[in-house]
């Protein structure tokens, strides 16, 4: 059976941070200053007790998901309706979208990119992508509905001016096999579907891109199969990942958006090394966009969305943001949604969060789109 808990520092001689580098296989939700929530069995807990670190356990997982009402997933999309709704969108406005298999899954699902825009060639591009993570159920909704609003609204100022000068790409749903297990089967299932050598399952899609693959191995990006963020045995190795890899070689965007949950952050490369990134102006490009980001998110619902460097929050090598940086140098953030916090619900969002969600994510998401067509085709 497996536990939440709460594990905090017991003094100076145990930092915090020294958890994150004991490889357990534990499940990292959240990392702040002062605690960390985890996911792990109790022999893993009672193992970082022993270590002097203070362990309390909050809940146990089934408690834990009980209070999810059953008729909440109906409020999320499933693979099946999150493609029959893009098919009705493509449909209504067959002049400016474009409904495009990017690859297929392990299991052979379809992974959708809607391309939305007037058909002009050569124009800039934006990308935005949800779901890389099966639970995080929320980060399938927001690009979804930034999605519905740019084709909806199409004709009105200042989206019709977007589409004439560039145009919008979103793929809301990158893990579509991992995300239906997490509806069907195990509701915090994290990575794909893979069957690794050892008989365990799941690759961390978010591990498994080509830039700096594979460099660490730490319990936040990990060499062990069974391990939620799992790199995989090589890079691009999944279907899911090189449905990205071919998507973004192929369109060359301008910026990419990707969105994840839970914690309320705004991140930038990189992920692998706390080193900033050397561009001096790529970085203060991008730092100075999450602040902005931040800004604009906190004045919708006041929601603060912290702005930090990827690996502040921890290291990983292989995430999505390091590679669409690191190989084509465009402005790349990770939104982590809501809620800020275990306490708040972590990956179990009340689907009454899904709109003011995205209603405080869409001036941060509608900025992106006009600053970068802005300075693409200046
Ligand atoms: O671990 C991840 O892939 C992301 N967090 S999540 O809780 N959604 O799983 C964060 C990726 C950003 N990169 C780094 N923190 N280095
Ligand atoms: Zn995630």
Known sequence: MSLIAKVTSSGPQKPLGDVLRVPLGID????????????????????LSRMGYLVEQLEDVARHLSTFAAEAAEQYHSAASLEEELRQLAEAKPDITQLIEMGRSIEGRPIFALRIGDRRGGVPKILFMGCHHAREWIAVEVPFLLAKELVERADEAPIAGWLTSGEVW??????????EYSRAQERLWRKNRRRNDDGSFGVDPNRNYGYMWGILDVPTSSQVPSDETYVGPRAFSE???????????CERFAGVITYHSYSQLILYPWGYTDKPIPDVQHREQMAGMAQEMQTLIQGV???????????ALYPTA???????????????????????TFQEGGFILPPDHILPTWEENRPAAFRFVEQLLAVSVA
């Open 301 to 311: 619902h006041g929601k603060i969305y912290v702005p930090q460097q990827s690996s």
């Open 318 to 340: 292989g995430d999505t943001t390091d590679w669409t940086y690191g190989t084509y140098g465009i402005p790349s953030f990770t939104v982590e949604l809501r809620p800020r």
């Open 170 to 179: 979103v793929a809301p749903m990158v893990n579509p096999d991992g995300h």
């Open 28 to 47: 990292v939700w959240e990392v702040k200053p002062d605690h960390l929530i985890l996911r792990g069995t109790e022999a893993q807990l009672d193992r």
């Open 239 to 249: 279907p899911e990942t090189q449905a990205v890899r071919d998507l973004v070689g």
